[in-house]
């Protein structure tokens, strides 16, 4: 949506393709799936609970290298790296902020 409204209409109508067949075999497969079941359900029990815990932290991980190394690779090419640098440190903020939070409460 974003691509079509900001004049690039084919980007605009080929990433609403590609949601919209995985939206689709997320509904047609995860029927049958116990893994999509488990992580979906409401009230998952303690494997899917651990198993969704990681798969987060795992994104979190790669989001986080991923915009580090954008930063690097923007402050080395001589450019601000503003955005990334944000990134990067929104990340840290909720990383610190969260640590904090969960250490006193379990």
Known sequence: MAATVGGHLTL????????????????LLGRRSETYQGLTDKAPDERFARIGGWAWAGTG???TVGNLSALIGELASGRSG????????????TYIALAAFLSRRT
Request: glycine residues 6%; aromatic residues 16%; contains cysteine.
């Open 12 to 27: 605009g109508l080929v990433a609403f393709g590609i949601l919209a067949v995985c939206s689709l075999a997320l509904v």
């Open 61 to 63: 991980i790669v989001l």
């Open 82 to 93: 503003d955005p990334y640098f944000w990134f990067v440190a929104t990340a840290a903020i």
